[in-house]
């Protein structure tokens, strides 16, 4: 399974962002997709996931603010960001799973200006 993440970037506090997840290869694998994130100086945080059936779990400090979803047919995951604060500042990277292995696509920089 490979994974290509888009659509980080540099937004004012309260703005919005998209981030994308398109995977390719062996996609009848994946279970679940969800995003993490990293901040400078701290450990990688679950953000949000979803899974085939579309059973969603969100980080408790993104709740009401994040959405995810999939499109199958694009076997694409989206995260939607809105609200954005400086705190969310960090690389976001794409995640899958299948019942076996844990794949990570590349980091997208997510940067919120106060």
């Known amino acids: 399974v490979q994974l290509q993440a888009s659509g980080g970037g540099l937004v004012q506090a309260g703005g919005s962002l998209r981030l994308s997840c398109a995977a390719s290869?062996?996609?009848?694998?994946?279970?679940?997709m969800g995003w993490y994130r990293q901040a400078p100086g701290k450990q990688r945080e679950l953000v949000a996931t979803i899974t085939n059936g579309g059973s969603t779990n969100f980080a408790d400090s993104v709740k009401g603010r994040f959405t995810i979803s999939r499109d199958g047919a694009k076997n694409t995951a989206y995260l939607q960001m809105n609200s954005l604060k400086p705190e969310d500042t960090a690389v976001y990277y794409c995640?899958?799973?299948?019942?076996?292995?844990?794949?990570w696509g590349q980091g997208t920089q997510v940067t919120v200006s106060s």
């Open positions: 290869g062996s996609i009848f694998r994946i279970i679940n």
């Open positions: 995640n899958a799973k299948d019942y076996r292995v844990s794949y």
